[in-house]
């Protein structure tokens, strides 16, 4: 009887034991959420060429420690100086050509303008010399006007004096008249005769200026027609002028086009010389001395060692407490399960599987529910990672505390 009690009470011992430690362990998990399916992440900065060329020094070697800004790949830079000098050659040349068709604005408008003015200065002259010779024209054919009517009466007045001539010349045969009237008429013959004779020369003279002053008509209009041609010329002045000023733009834009091409060969040339983009340890060093480097080639990675945090993927059937902030234990498997802490920074905004390079399409058919796994990022407390021991990639066990 006794040993079956004894056996009872062991029993009943190891039972309580045993839901103790079911109890603890539940109170233990209930608070938890641990993954083995993480890693130590961080940046990796890739170091290219953004000019081609050929090295000449390569100054760091793999898992070298540099700051940022240290020179890692210098290449050659003699074809980017001589590029440099180019544009600043080209820019001096543009700049030279800008300020003179700058000047040519002004002399050009000044000019233009004066052409104007004395095109229609002259347009005004020429019109007022023709008006003058019209009038000239007009009073010369007056006058030719006048001399002819004066012919016609000293040829009708010298008519009438011949025939009176004629009839005294017979009355003088007969002794009719005296002697002093044929005299008188034969002066008065003679008179008409001079009269005559002198408005045939008033008449030549009045036709030599009818056609002087139709000749000065004909010149003036001449000069007219000019005048106005040069009026026209003038009047595109302004379109002259613009195309100086379109010129001149045009130089201004050449000089901001040059100032670009020096700009970008000084970079191009600044280029060559390779830095650091953050401070960390050289890895992946693909540059060599001799080699021949084109725009965009990788020659080496910068790994940043304090910058670092671990990515875990938990199921998403661990997520039902997991909340922003909380604290996380991060167990490193190279360092002998060494503990680090750190807390939730953020949650993936999509699971794993649909970054993937073929993502799942459930909707083909073939479907085979499969637990999904979304990552955390956490991050560790200041001065956890003091010596920079952890490297990306390294595999971890991360425990999340829910509580």
Known sequence: MSKRRLTVGILAIIVILASICAQMAHNYYAIRESTDDAQVDGHINPVSARVGGTVVDVPVTDNQPVAAGAILVQLDPTDYRIALQRAEADLAEAEAAAKGARGEVPVTSVTTASRVSAALAGLTQAQ????????????????????????REMIAQLNRTSKDLER???????????????????????????????AQAAITQSEKEVDSAAARLTQARGGVEAAQAAVDAAGTAPLQTEIVRNRATSAAAKVEISRAALNQARLNLEYTTVKAPVAGIVSKK??????????????????????????????????????????????????????YRGHIESIAAATGSRFSLLPPENATGNYVKVVQRIPLKIVLE??????????????????????
């Not at 007022?128 to 012919?151: H, K, P, S």
């Not at 009237?181 to 004779?197: I, K, L, M, N, S």
């Not at 304090?306 to 902030?325: C, H, M, P, S, Y």
């Open 128 to 151: 007022d010399a023709t008006i003058v010779a019209a009038r000239d024209v007009e009073t010369a054919r007056a006058r030719l006007a006048l001399a002819q009517a004066r012919e």
């Open 286 to 339: 693909n540059a060599e001395i001799g080699q021949v480097v084109q725009p965009g080639q990788s020659l080496l990675a910068v790994v940043p060692l304090d910058d670092i945090w671990v990515t875990a993927n938990f199921k998403e059937n661990q997520l039902l407490n997991v909340r922003l902030g909380q604290q996380a234990i991060v167990l490193v498997d190279a360092y002998g399960s060494k503990e």
């Open 382 to 403: 200041r001065g956890e990672d003091s010596e920079h021991v952890l490297r990306p990639g390294m595999s971890v066990v991360v425990t999340v505390m829910l509580k």
């Open 168 to 198: 005294m010349k017979l009355l003088i045969a007969k002794d009719e008249i005296s002697r002093q009237e044929y005299d008188a008429a034969v002066a008065a013959a003679d008179t008409a005769q001079a009269a005559r004779e002198s």
